[in-house]
């Protein structure tokens, strides 16, 4: 069996190799440490004025990065 480069996959194609070989805890493994990883930004805070359009922009840029 050849060793799998998963530091090769983007997010997207870790997460979809993992769903279809679901007994390879090394990807599991692998795409948890990367969700551990990410940076977590705090976008706003519930008393600010700007809220609903912070978390607006927030949303469009999630999706654009996709």
């Given at each position: 069996m050849s060793q799998?480069?998963?530091?090769a996959?983007?997010?997207r194609?870790?997460?979809?190799?993992?769903i279809?070989?679901?007994?390879?805890t090394s990807?599991l493994?692998?795409?948890?440490?990367?969700?551990r990883r990410r940076?977590?930004?705090?976008?706003t805070?519930?008393?600010d004025?700007?809220?609903d359009?912070?978390i607006?922009?927030?949303?469009h840029?999630?999706?654009?990065?996709?």
């Amino acid at each position: 069996m050849s060793q799998i480069d998963y530091s090769a996959m983007s997010d997207r194609e870790l997460k979809e190799y993992f769903i279809k070989h679901r007994e390879d805890t090394s990807a599991l493994q692998a795409y948890l440490e990367r969700r551990r990883r990410r940076s977590l930004e705090v976008i706003t805070t519930v008393n600010d004025s700007d809220f609903d359009a912070k978390i607006q922009t927030a949303i469009h840029q999630q999706l654009n990065d996709r």
